[in-house]
């Protein structure tokens, strides 16, 4: 009951935050950012399983370290949610993102490289059982 409640309230956190950030907040000098709400797909080449997918993405206290909060579906009825951070930079009209992050005994380490340009997020991912692609784009609404 605990890991259902806990489960619960952060997707329900995750939720919340999502309806109270910005569609697609101006940076300080009012271009734009990769800052807010994200929204997609993500598909495994490896077994070929999708599921829906959101990204919040946050500036933290460190220049250009930003904090990907992502939320997604599995097999439509399970869900999951985890949080990593990324040193992002501007690179040749882009902005470009690696990283590696430890989701625990679930997910084990976990790559991510990704590109964001033009309202598009497109990311690739590996972890020791799994390989895929994750499809973003500004939501509509």
Known sequence: ???VALISSS???FHRDWRDTPLTPAGSSGTATIEGRWDGSWRSDT???SGKLRCIISPTDRPGHYEFRYWGTFAKVFRFHYTVDY???PRDGAWQMAGESDLGIMGGKFHHTATIAGGKFDATYSSKWDNGKFNLRRPAE
């Open 47 to 49: 077994n070929r399983h």
């Open 1 to 3: 009951m605990l890991l």
């Open 11 to 13: 997707c329900s956190t």
């Open 87 to 89: 040193d992002v930079e």
